[in-house]
């Protein structure tokens, strides 16, 4: 679908609203993860904004796989508690033809509350949105024509952003468990630049802008629904010897622990747990 929008449009920024990465942490979810990232980047993907839910594998996780990453992880009001430096990117401007796009990104203030371990956010400190934004948006409609925010805060309180922080364009929100996919919402005048990100990747969001010296005129909106999964063409394809190489490692890596577990038994122990082993015997 992506290829067959390139083919007819010249500029194409493609943006993940955020929340896409397991959100549980084993090791089937850590290899998902990685594919995850691998397949976005050979799908052409300009950002992808974090959720809280992309922390369930632990801040180190994320930080370690940043330079596998071929596209910015957004994070506008994400800071490290012991450097005061922010987590992912603050924002990101991209050239699009004649005009140049801003993209920030917010998460709640109270997201980390869904992580059950909590070392795996102890040095991160969640920003005020409203706050993050207030310094944020002024510094990039500097450098940007048309600033646009991937929010994870939710349709409501994404609607109170627009309105209190004044100088964003459009908005994409995610995190409401609604099924709509960039929906554009019959609201009051206020929320008409204020879209919905899809539902557990269901469709795809297709934004259209139209500009008249650097100034957006109109937009148009539409859900392309996405009713089975692509065929495997030669872009991805190789996604699959990936997934094999991964899970044979997995594999070793278990069969190693189970010999030095045996290793660790007296020769009577470690007879009793092969005979038990070879007849299909669970040793308690």
């Known amino acids: 679908m992506l290829e067959t929008i390139r083919n007819n449009e ?15 942490d084993a090791a089937e979810d850590r290899l998902t993860a990685e594919l995850t990232i691998k397949a976005m980047g ?7 904004n974090l959720g809280a839910g992309d922390f369930s594998l632990g801040a180190d996780f994320l930080t370690s796989i940043k330079a ?6 957004i994070s506008s009001n994400l800071m490290r508690k012991d450097t ?10 991209r050239n699009m033809g004649e005009i140049k796009i801003a993209v920030l990104g917010v998460m709640p203030s109270e997201a980390f509350k869904r992580i059950s371990n909590p070392k795996y956010f102890e040095n991160l400190e969640i920003i005020p949105p ?4 207030q310094k944020l948006v002024p510094e ?3 450098q940007a024509d048309m600033v646009l925010l991937l929010s ?28 709509g996919c960039l929906e554009h919402i019959t609201q009051p005048p206020d929320t008409s630049n204020i879209f919905e990100a899809t539902y557990k990747g269901i469709g795809l969001g297709y934004l259209k802008l139209t500009y008249e010296d650097k100034k957006i005129v109109s937009h148009e909106n539409q859900t392309i629904t996405l009713f089975k999964p692509a065929p495997a063409e030669d872009l991805v394809s190789n996604l699959f010897d990936e997934v094999k190489k991964m899970t044979g490692a997995q594999e070793r890596q278990q069969m190693e622990a189970e010999a ?3 290793l660790k038994l007296k020769p009577e122990e470690y007879m009793k747990r092969m005979l038990e082993k070879q007849n299909g015997v669970i040793s308690k």
């Open 10 to 24: 010249q500029n194409l920024l493609l943006l993940e609203c955020g929340g896409v990465l397991p959100d549980r």
């Open 42 to 48: 050979k799908m052409g993907y300009a950002a992808m």
């Open 68 to 73: 596998e990453v071929k596209f910015p992880l």
């Open 84 to 93: 005061g430096e922010a987590f992912g990117e603050t924002y990101i401007i």
């Open 130 to 133: 409203e706050t993050a934004l």
């Open 140 to 142: 990039v409609r500097k």
């Open 152 to 179: 994870q805060c939710g349709f409501e309180e994404t609607v109170l952003l627009m309105n209190t922080v004044k100088g964003i364009d459009f908005a994409i929100s995610s995190g409401s468990g609604k099924k």
């Open 260 to 262: 030095k577990e045996l």
